[in-house]
């Protein structure tokens, strides 16, 4: 059964340091990861999907990388501004029968000091 | 452009009064459709997908079921609420294994 989980559960930097997400799945099987952010009271918005063949995709000051056989990707945030924080999620599909669903760790609750 | 749209925003309810809450996606068609519920403190549990009409999986056994009447509208419904039905319900739509975009919620609170 494919576990996700995301560390740290909670993180608060000043503004303009760059960081790293860290997020590590137990079944190296997947079809692609996407990583999410969450406002408050709000829905998931997409920030970058990884297919598995991939390494790494930017956009912006957002980069994702995925190193599929140790079960591990990183979200590094440049520079990162008070409009940063909210909650970060990472999701990964399974491969082969189990790409109907994504599934998801528990999030990371990054707080930007202005 | 596609657009996903989910109805109402906020709901109160009383314990054992129905449920039906809608979920309907624009600009794409024959999408994947999720419901997720997110609990106070937890993380994102998949309730239901769906890759056609009338196609429904239950990822959860629990008193919420899940309909596809049109290839682009989703309602999970409930006979009777429980207390522990409370939390906020995500509906999500993708094209087959490829990304997975969100709605914006709505929050029900069972009282």
């Known amino acids: 059964k494919q576990e996700v989980t995301q560390i740290p559960a909670a993180l608060s930097v000043p503004e303009g340091e760059n960081l790293v997400l860290n997020c590590s799945f137990t079944?190296?099987?997947?079809?692609?990861l996407q990583w999410f952010r969450q406002d408050p009271g709000k829905g998931l918005t997409s920030l970058l999907l990884?297919?598995?063949?991939?390494r790494e995709q930017t956009s912006g000051r957002l980069n994702a990388s995925l190193d599929k056989s140790s079960g591990r990707s990183t979200l590094y945030i440049a520079a990162s501004q008070p409009g940063d924080s909210a909650t970060y999620l990472c999701?990964?599909?399974?491969?082969?029968?189990?790409?109907?669903?994504?599934?998801f760790g528990t999030g990371t609750l990054l707080a930007v000091q202005p | 452009s596609q657009t996903i749209h989910q109805w109402p925003a906020t709901l109160v309810q009383p314990v054992g009064s129905p449920l039906s809450l809608e979920c309907t996606v624009e600009?794409?068609?024959?999408?994947?459709l999720y419901w997720y519920r997110q609990a106070a403190g937890r993380g994102l549990q998949l309730l239901f997908y769906?890759?056609?009409?009338?196609?429904i999986s239950s990822e959860v056994p629990q008193n919420l079921s899940a309909s596809r009447p049109q290839d682009r509208q989703f309602i999970l419904s409930s006979k009777k609420l429980l207390l522990s039905d409370s939390g906020f319900y995500l509906c999500?739509?993708?094209?087959?294994?490829?990304?997975?975009?969100f709605g914006p919620g709505t929050r029900l609170t069972v009282t």
């Open positions: 769906s890759v056609g009409i009338g196609q």
């Open positions: 999500a739509w993708s094209k087959g294994v490829y990304e997975q975009y």
């Open positions: 079944d190296s099987a997947i079809y692609n």
């Open positions: 999701a990964v599909r399974g491969d082969g029968g189990a790409t109907n669903k994504l599934i």
């Open positions: 990884i297919q598995s063949s991939q």
């Open positions: 600009g794409t068609s024959n999408p994947n």
